[in-house]
């Protein structure tokens, strides 16, 4: 099992850089593919970026894609989200997840185990 905690979010206006933190609990971070999803007002939680066990695969969401960098260091047990040229659409609560499954997902459903989330606004 793992716990995780994010921190780093912020009120920041559009066009700046933020970089979310998600430490994690456990003796086992390396076995767990980690993920990045955000939730904006009224709607649903959705994909951002996902990072393989060792950190060599990456995924991002279309909308993030070239902005956003998802790297992770596992002796530190962290995860972290490098968020440049923020824009107000990019306002949202910012959750990391780790999943135990072998395959690197974007799917909510393969990730077990959520942190508390963290918010992050952007300001126009």
């Known amino acids: 099992q793992v716990q995780l905690v994010e921190s780093g979010g912020g009120l920041v206006q559009a066009g700046v850089s933020l970089r979310l933190s998600c430490a994690a609990s456990?003796?086992?971070?390396?076995?767990?593919?980690m993920g990045w999803f955000r939730q904006a007002p009224g709607k649903e939680r959705e994909f951002v970026a996902c990072?393989?066990?060792?950190?060599?695969?990456?995924y991002y969401a279309d909308s993030v894609q070239g902005r956003f960098t998802i790297s992770r260091d596992n002796a530190k047990k962290t995860v972290y989200l490098q968020m440049n040229s923020l824009k107000p659409e990019d306002t949202a609560v910012y959750y990391c997840?780790?999943?135990?499954?072998?395959?690197?997902?974007?799917?909510?459903?393969?990730?077990?185990?959520w942190g508390q989330g963290t918010q992050v606004t952007v300001s126009s």
């Open positions: 456990g003796h086992t971070f390396s076995r767990y593919n």
């Open positions: 997840a780790a999943a135990p499954t072998p395959t690197l997902s974007r799917t909510q459903s393969d990730y077990d185990y």
């Open positions: 990072i393989s066990r060792s950190g060599a695969i990456t």
